[in-house]
C-alpha cells in the first residue's frame, strides 16, 4: 500500500501544503470550528448527571423536536459522522445480497472507503449516470427492475441520492418525487445522503418534510458538522419500523454514544432558532460571491453558478500555485487533471472572498 492520506489526497491537492499552521480555507465546510451556540450547548450540559446511552432528557427531547421540525413522527439516531449515518442508513434497507443504486459520484461510492458494502454485509453499489451529479431517471428506472428475482443477481432494493450533490447542485422538488416514485413502484427504499441538507433547503426556501418524506424518502442523513455542529450527523428515520434494527445496528457498529446528550445538545442548538438555516444561508451567499468575483476573472472558467455552497471549475496553474502559495487550501486535481473544487462554510466571510479574489486577479494579471 502506498502512502496513506487523510485528506482524501490526490497527486496534487490541498494536503500537500500542510504543514502551514492556519491555512485559509476553502478545502471543505469542515474546516470551520463549530458555531459558538453549539458549544454553549454543550458546556451547559456539562452539569451534573445524566443517563448514557441516549437516555437522558436531552435526547428524548430530541425525538420530539426533530418530529416537529419535519411534520411527522420520526426516529433519530445520533452518530460522529456522515459516513456512519449513511451506511448505517443503508446497512436498514438493504440486505446483503441487494444493490444500492447512486450517482457514481456520490460520496457513498467514492468516499466512504467501502463502509457502505461494509455495513450491508456486501450489498453492491451499483452507480448510475446523470449529469451534475443528479442520476439520470431512465437509468435509474432500468435498473431499479434489473434481474429482479433472478437468484444469480444482486436484487435492486435501495436508492441513495446526496441533496445537496457532490457537484454542488440540486435536486429540486419535482426531482426527488420523481425518483421517490420510481422508488415506490420498484419496492426500493429512498435514502437522501444529507450532510449538506440546510444548505440545500435554505436554497430551496422549502420545507425539511417537502425535501424528504412528502416526496418519498424514508431515511435521511441529516448531517450537521459541516454546518455548524462539532461532531454529529444523525439519521432520521421516517419509516419508524425500520428504528429497532437501527438501534441494534448503531451499537454493533460502535456508534452508540455512552455521553449522547454531548450530540444531543449540538443537534438541539442547531436546530433553535433557525441556526442550521442561518448558517447555510451564509455559506451559500459566500459561494455565489465567490463566483461573482471569479468569473470576471482571465484563467478561471467555473462550470456554474452554485447553488449551495460548492463551486467547481478550472484554473490555470499559475492561479492554482500563486493561491497555495499564500496558503490557500482547496481541492485540485483530484476530480479531474486541472479541477478546482471551493467550498464555502457558514464561517466563511466576505473578507475571505474579498482575499482570494485579490490574489486571484493579482496572479491572472502578471
Ligand atoms: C456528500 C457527503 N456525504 C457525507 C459526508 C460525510 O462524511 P464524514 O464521514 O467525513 O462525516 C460528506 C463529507 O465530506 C459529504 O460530502
Known amino acids: 500500500m502506498g502512502q496513506v492520506s487523510n485528506s482524501g489526497a490526490g497527486v496534487r491537492d490541498y494536503a500537500g501544503a500542510m504543514a502551514s499552521t492556519r491555512p485559509r480555507g476553502f478545502a471543505s465546510d469542515n474546516m470551520a470550528g463549530a458555531s459558538p451556540e453549539v458549544i454553549a450547548a454543550i458546556a451547559a450540559c456539562n452539569m451534573g448527571l445524566a443517563l448514557p446511552y441516549g437516555n437522558d432528557e436531552l435526547s428524548q427531547r430530541l425525538q420530539r423536536k426533530v418530529s416537529d421540525i419535519f411534520e411527522r413522527e420520526v426516529s433519530v439516531f445520533l452518530v460522529s459522522t456522515g459516513s456512519a449515518a449513511n451506511a448505517l442508513s443503508l446497512a436498514t434497507l ?78 429540486s422538488l419535482e426531482e426527488i418525487a420523481a425518483i421517490g416514485a420510481v422508488c415506490r413502484e420498484a419496492g426500493l427504499g429512498l435514502h437522501m445522503d444529507g450532510a449538506r441538507f440546510a444548505n440545500a433547503l435554505a436554497a ?8 424528504t418524506w412528502k416526496a418519498g424518502v424514508d431515511v435521511l442523513s441529516l448531517g450537521a458538522t459541516k454546518n455548524g455542529a462539532l461532531n454529529v450527523d444523525a439519521v432520521v428515520l421516517f419509516k419508524k419500523e425500520l428504528a ?31 441556526l442550521w438555516l442561518r448558517n447555510a444561508r451564509q455559506a451559500n451567499a459566500m459561494a455565489k460571491a465567490l463566483w461573482e468575483g471569479l468569473k470576471l476573472i482571465p484563467g478561471v472558467k467555473l462550470d456554474r453558478a452554485p447553488e449551495g455552497n460548492i463551486l ?27 479541477v478546482v473544487r471551493l467550498v464555502t462554510s457558514f464561517a466563511t466571510e466576505q473578507a475571505d472572498v474579498e482575499d482570494l479574489l485579490a490574489v486571484v486577479r493579482a496572479v491572472a494579471a502578471q
Request: charged share 20%; proline share 6%; glycine share 10%.
Open 244 to 274: 429497532s434494527e437501527l438501534a441494534f445496528r448503531r451499537k454493533r457498529a460502535g456508534q452508540l454514544n455512552s455521553k449522547m446528550r454531548f450530540l444531543a445538545a449540538q443537534i438541539e442548538a442547531y436546530l433553535d432558532n433557525d
Open 204 to 211: 430551496l426556501g422549502c420545507s425539511p418534510a417537502e425535501m
Open 312 to 338: 467547481f471549475g478550472r484554473m490555470s496553474a499559475k492561479i492554482v500555485d500563486g493561491l497555495l502559495a499564500q496558503g490557500f487550501r482547496f481541492y485540485y486535481d483530484r476530480w479531474e487533471p486541472g
Open 94 to 171: 438493504t440486505p446483503p445480497w441487494g444493490s444500492v443504486l447512486s450517482h457514481v459520484e456520490a460520496h457513498i461510492n467514492r468516499d466512504e472507503c467501502g463502509a457502505p458494502e461494509f455495513y450491508t454485509n456486501g450489498a453492491k453499489l451499483v452507480q448510475l449516470p446523470g449529469p451534475q451529479g443528479k442520476m439520470d431517471l431512465a437509468a435509474l428506472k432500468v435498473q431499479s427492475r434489473r434481474m429482479v428475482g433472478d437468484v444469480h443477481s444482486v436484487q435492486p432494493s435501495s436508492v441513495s441520492i446526496s441533496q445537496a450533490t457532490e457537484l454542488g447542485t440540486l435536486y
